[in-house]
DNA sequence: AATGATATGAAAATAGTTTGCACATGCAGT
DNA sequence: ACTGCATGTGCAAACTATTTTCATATCATT
């Protein structure tokens, strides 16, 4: 008898990446791969970097905006927003935080994780007959430093 | 030219929104008052939106930007990301709803309330000494009307 | 009402995004 | 591996969104 093999255990992600591609019926072609690899590699990114960085490895702005499009589309990442920027993050990444308090003041980010926050928001999720994919909670306030300053002000 | 613009009514969330301005050093205009009005009226709005309805009370897009600019250097508005949309809205409305279910697919958007979610932000944020001002939990998926069509296609 | 400081609108400059089209490339069938 | 051809890509240009500049209008104070 054969092991059923997990796909993220034989393949890399480039490999995962290119079959998901083909699966949706869509070409593997080398910008696509390029502009993956920057977003695996780099993490979220905003626009105006991705297109930069793939800029610098010869993939024209007009590719990227399609290419974005055509990820969004296959669900291969989302739009996430962070205090004022929108950055691009790929939807299977992990390692992300979903869970954020941006201070108004300073722009500080601090990451949290919430065990509580995912089970209730599952069962919310249940409840509606919504199949969840992702999600991201982003608290807006004043940090630990900024607070004290503003109440001695 | 003339706003068309009336100072005529209820003016409780409007005194104290020219209090908020005047006690910040800025000073209380006709526009400033008409774009706050809009985003009280009609909720969030996107960019263009609030500036296409600016536009036919007689403000021009510039004092918009530089409007919504101030606002939010004054914290009086806060921008938040649904689905791909930014959407502007006012910080204390109550009324809005910070919890969302946005399907990928069709684009629709459930509103929900948790109490549980709230309390362990609140958690969260006290042990972090961070002071809390708004959130938004925005999850990603298919609703029960897209996932079902998904499952047979 | 007069004054001085600042907000506003109009036009122009700049940045960001989309579209049209000729050429290049991935990939299915030999 | 080669070929045909549907599709992706880059470039230029159109279009849209945002910022800057500056003369004028308006606000708040006297």
Do not use: W
């Not at 998901?20 to 080398?30: D, H, M, N, V």
């Not at 920057?38 to 905006?65: C, F, H, N, W």
């Amino acid at each position: 008898m054969q092991y059923l093999l997990k796909y993220s255990e034989t393949m890399n992600h480039e490999a995962i990446f290119k079959d998901r591609l083909r699966a949706a019926g869509e070409r593997f072609t080398t910008p696509r791969l390029g502009i993956f690899r920057l977003l695996y590699r780099q993490g979220p990114l905003s626009m105006p970097k991705l297109i930069d960085r793939a800029g610098s490895e010869g993939i024209d702005s007009v590719t990227v905006y399609r290419t974005v499009e055509l990820f969004r589309r296959l669900d291969f990442i989302q739009e996430v927003g962070l205090g004022r920027q929108r950055l691009l993050e790929l939807s299977d990444d992990y390692e992300a935080h979903h869970h954020h308090l941006v201070c108004g003041q300073c722009g500080r980010i601090i990451d949290f994780d919430s065990a509580a926050i995912e089970a209730e928001l599952q069962r919310v999720s249940r409840a509606q007959g919504f199949q969840l994919r992702t999600h991201q909670l982003e608290a807006t306030g004043l940090c630990r430093q900024c607070a004290a300053t503003a109440a001695t002000a």
